[in-house]
Nanobody, 115 residues
């Protein structure tokens, strides 16, 4: 079973940036498309961005398009989410997971955007 560990969250002012990281145990990680998800207080978990296992297009939710960038380094079993121009509505717990068929969820990393 793959274990996922997210990090990089924190408190940031509107307009600021954060870079989230997600490290996956095991080389199986590189075989699958990955996604970043977020869950705001009182809301369901939602998909934010996806990246294929190798070449191919990334995908972004409309709410983050142009501000967030997903990337991966398969040599490090890591997927990243660069978040720029953050808005208060981006406040949520952020998780990574396999896209399409989830592994067990990690603990997530909390992002708070507030002045």
């Amino acid at each position: 079973q793959v274990q996922l560990v997210e990090s990089g969250g924190g408190l940031v002012q509107p307009g600021g940036s954060l870079r989230l990281s997600c490290v996956a145990s095991g080389s199986i990680f590189r075989m699958y498309s990955m996604g970043w998800y977020r869950q705001a207080p009182g809301k369901q978990r939602a998909l934010v961005a996806t990246i294929p296992s190798s070449s191919g297009n990334t995908w972004y939710a409309d709410s983050v398009k142009g501000r967030f960038t997903i990337s991966r380094d398969s040599t490090k079993n890591t997927v990243y989410l660069q978040m720029n121009n953050l808005k208060p509505e981006d406040t949520a717990d952020y998780y990574c997971n396999r896209f399409g068929s989830s592994w067990s969820w990690g603990q997530g990393t909390q992002v708070t955007v507030s002045s």
